[in-house]
């Protein structure tokens, strides 16, 4: 499966610096794919990493290098409570744990003991829901590298008095660790129920956002993270990402010159 992305700068980009700063892949691989003869630009195979993008021209990765930039391994899971994102104190279970046979949803096989899985992002120990366990370069900074825009969705269940007033100090005027918050999408589900659309992740930022306006979160979950659903992935089992998925992680709106 190919990828390509649209430059909307203002002002011509270097191919390699465009493929680094919108997360398809570093500079380093950028200039090799390029050298390979794997990258086009508006249908034109071009070997000079140095050759410059300008406004509105498209770059396309063909499916040799897409194949070659999805070699690492991404796990989606549905970490349950009670296990931690990534290395663990000793008493305590980390989510990587979990990948084993007979969890395992759909096709693929069980990677390596050996192979090294770090979370992308975090998940707290309370939590559960969707977390991202991978050895792809590409796809952690596509979520969490400093020019991702990757929004995640959360469903919160908390305890205390709701009102407007709340709602409009989460959505926006909270501060944490003395630095603004980015604005949020914070809206009433039910009764108790809130969703939650951050574009941040601040350490436990939900549960001290809802601390903040006297609210006790019970139960958080995340459902989302940019295109990528939970959906109906049982609690505790996990599947591999597939390459359509993973183009759609890495393919988001690039960021600004």
């Known amino acids: 499966m190919s990828l390509s992305k649209t430059w ?3 002002e011509p980009v270097r191919l390699n610096k465009f493929m680094g700063q919108s997360g398809i892949c570093s500079r380093r691989e950028a200039d090799a794919l ?4 794997l990258v086009s630009v508006e249908g034109e195979v071009v070997t000079d990493a140095g050759r410059k993008l300008q406004p509105g021209q498209t770059l396309t990765l063909n499916e ?5 930039l999805a070699e690492g391994v991404t796990i989606v899971m549905h970490k349950p409570m009670g296990y931690v994102s990534g290395q663990p104190e000793p008493d305590k279970l980390p989510a990587v744990r979990l990948v084993t046979e007979n969890n395992r949803v759909g096709p693929g096989e069980v990677p390596a003991d050996d192979h090294s899985l770090p979370p992308i992002g975090r998940l707290d120990e309370d939590s559960r829901g969707l977390l991202l366990l991978s050895s792809d370069g590409v796809v952690a900074k596509a979520v969490i590298g400093p020019q991702s825009d990757l929004d995640k969705e959360y469903l919160v269940r908390v305890t205390g008095d709701i009102t407007e007033k709340k709602l409009r100090i989460l959505r926006h005027g909270l501060m944490l660790d003395g630095r603004q918050l980015k604005p949020a999408y914070v809206s009433r589900m039910e009764s108790h129920r809130l969703k939650f659309i951050l574009r941040e992740g601040r350490n436990r930022q939900i549960r001290r956002m809802c601390e903040m306006v006297e609210l006790e979160v ?6 989302r993270i940019g295109p990528l659903k939970l959906d109906n992935l049982p609690e505790g089992r996990w599947r591999l990402l597939t390459a359509e998925e993973r183009a759609a992680l890495v393919g988001g709106p690039a960021p600004k010159n």
């Open 8 to 10: 909307d700068g203002a």
């Open 64 to 68: 040799r290098a897409t194949a070659a």
């Open 218 to 223: 019970v139960d958080l979950i995340r459902v």
């Open 34 to 37: 390029i050298a390979e003869g």
